[in-house]
């Protein structure tokens, strides 16, 4: 099992950045595809971006290539996500989630993910 914990949200205006991590604790993450989504209120959660296990290949939604980065670090059982070029439609509640059989088809659905985290707010003001 592993437990998650995000942190790094907050309050920023349009055009800055935040730096969310996630961190693993119990078995850690080496074994776990990591992805985030997000649920800002009264929509569907929907996929951010994913990292698979060895870290090389990455997966991300539409809407946030090229400004939002994931990343992994195994030996500290932590994956980032950073975001730049906030938008005020960013705005949600960000959750990373593991899970340690994703294939590929499946990388951006909830579904597949074992493992979640509470959560962490961000907000970016326009």
């Known amino acids: 099992q592993v437990q998650l914990v995000e942190s790094g949200g907050g309050l920023v205006q349009a055009g800055g950045s935040l730096r969310l991590s996630c961190a693993a604790s119990?078995?850690?993450?080496?074994?776990?595809?990591v992805a985030w989504f997000r649920q800002a209120p009264g929509k569907e959660r929907e996929f951010v971006a994913a990292?698979?296990?060895?870290?090389?290949?990455?997966n991300y939604a539409g809407s946030v290539k090229d400004r939002f980065t994931v990343s992994r670090d195994n030996a500290k059982s932590t994956v980032y996500l950073q975001m730049n070029s906030l938008k005020p439609e960013d705005t949600a509640l960000y959750y990373c989630?593991?899970?340690?059989?994703?294939?590929?088809?499946?990388?951006?659905?909830?579904?597949?993910?074992?493992?979640w985290g509470q959560g962490t707010q961000v907000t970016v003001s326009s």
């Open positions: 989630a593991a899970g340690r059989r994703v294939i590929l088809s499946a990388i951006s659905s909830f579904s597949a993910y074992d493992y």
């Open positions: 119990g078995s850690g993450i080496r074994t776990y595809a």
């Open positions: 990292t698979r296990q060895n870290g090389m290949s990455t």
